[in-house]
């Protein structure tokens, strides 16, 4: 005998508040009005004969029947959002609407993305330079490769790669302008692709948080800092995906033999709902297969002179994706040891 469930409308004002943490923002994401929720969550409240939620707080807080029920209900209309999505999307065909980092997109998705196409020529795809993790959130977008922590809540997200950063400049610059020492980079213009954090921690790494700064240039991306690099602007910091390539080719040298791990890796993410969506798992999928079949090829240092990092405690160790265990080494082949 099916056991009697309480009616979705109710459940759907319930699973809001709790989400949203207030009455007023869950009716704005029903598009319903303030007194349609109280009204749907008395309502619910009076089929179990049990309070859901606890008032008076600023926000509103839940019950232990409130806290019993939210996961289950939470799961329920994740499921049907799923299949929803995977019945309105049924094949590998349509749009496909990404948001990646800027200098993940230019350096490496759009060299190997013939290889996506030529497997699913059905596919269109929008791509945007973007590391807005509020895309995450937008019905408009499908799939986030962020460069961040991985926590941003409410969402699916899954470590693609972790990231090394070493010194990068152009040969002609080096040609006019030779790096043989840390102390020499107070001659060279500093090229940021952040606020500064990530010149400190490799400075900090090759003892070298004395040298004078000189002339530095802030740029809102490292898709940014790479190009200027490129045109012998000055030393920007690679990394080890996106510079790979550029430094295989000769386009760009690694002056010295240290590198350290980034504060941040790259995840992919996107909605719950929107993961099981065929066309957005095939993307997904070669997202990973792709970086574990094409490795970069190793590259050489031109440094005379392996820079050490300075013996710590803390002192920075780059830590390996497991998506790339298999990969060869990337040079700098020498890491800062503890």
């Given at each position: 005998m099916t056991s009697r469930l309480p009616p979705l409308n109710?459940?759907?004002?319930?699973?809001?508040?709790?989400?949203?943490?207030?009455?007023?923002?869950?009716?704005?994401?029903?598009?319903?009005?303030?007194?349609?929720?109280?009204?749907?969550?008395?309502?619910?409240?009076?089929?179990?004969?049990?309070?859901?939620?606890?008032?008076?707080?600023?926000?509103?807080?839940?019950?232990?029947?409130?806290?019993?029920?939210?996961?289950?209900?939470?799961?329920?209309?994740?499921?049907?959002?799923?299949?929803?999505?995977?019945?309105?999307?049924?094949?590998?065909?349509?749009?496909?609407?990404?948001?990646?980092?800027?200098?993940?997109?230019?350096?490496?998705?759009?060299?190997?993305?013939?290889?996506?196409?030529?497997?699913?020529?059905?596919?269109?795809?929008?791509?945007?330079?973007?590391?807005?993790?509020?895309?995450?959130?937008?019905?408009d977008v499908d799939i986030c490769l962020l460069y961040g922590d991985g926590n941003w809540g409410d969402c699916w997200a899954r470590l693609w790669s972790r990231l090394e950063l070493f010194p990068v400049a152009s040969p002609t610059l080096l040609n006019m302008r030779p790096l043989r020492s840390v102390k020499d980079l107070q001659d060279h213009v500093l090229l940021h692709g952040d606020d500064g954090r990530e010149w400190n921690t490799w400075l900090t790494a090759a003892d070298g948080n004395d040298v004078p700064r000189g002339r530095q240039h802030f740029m809102s991306d490292a898709r940014l800092s790479t190009e200027a690099a490129l045109h012998n602007q000055g030393v920007a910091l690679g990394d080890n995906i996106t510079a790979g390539s550029l430094i295989a080719k000769g386009e760009l040298i690694v002056p010295f033999a240290l590198a350290v791990p980034a504060n941040d890796a790259f995840y992919v993410a996107c909605r719950n709902e929107a993961r099981a969506?065929?066309?957005?798992?095939?993307?997904?999928?070669?997202?990973?297969?792709?970086?574990?079949?094409?490795?970069?090829?190793?590259?050489q240092t031109s440094a005379r002179t392996v820079i050490r990092a300075r013996p710590a405690k803390d002192s920075f160790q780059p830590v390996s994706s497991p998506s790339r265990a298999r990969r060869p080494e990337m040079t700098p082949k020498r890491r800062a040891k503890s």
């Open positions: 109710p459940l759907r004002a319930f699973e809001a508040t709790a989400r949203r943490g207030s009455v007023s923002a869950a009716a704005r994401e029903l598009n319903v009005t303030h007194g349609a929720i109280s009204h749907q969550i008395r309502a619910l409240e009076l089929s179990f004969n049990a309070p859901l939620f606890e008032r008076g707080a600023k926000r509103m807080k839940l019950t232990p029947q409130g806290a019993l029920l939210l996961p289950a209900v939470t799961n329920a209309f994740e499921g049907i959002a799923a299949a929803t999505a995977a019945m309105l999307r049924p094949t590998t065909s349509g749009d496909l609407r990404i948001t990646c980092v800027a200098a993940l997109l230019s350096f490496w998705m759009i060299p190997r993305l013939h290889l996506f196409t030529e497997q699913y020529p059905d596919i269109r795809l929008t791509l945007t330079a973007s590391n807005d993790a509020a895309n995450l959130f937008s019905p969506a065929p066309i957005v798992k095939v993307f997904i999928d070669w997202l990973f297969s792709a970086l574990e079949s094409d490795p970069m090829p190793e590259m």
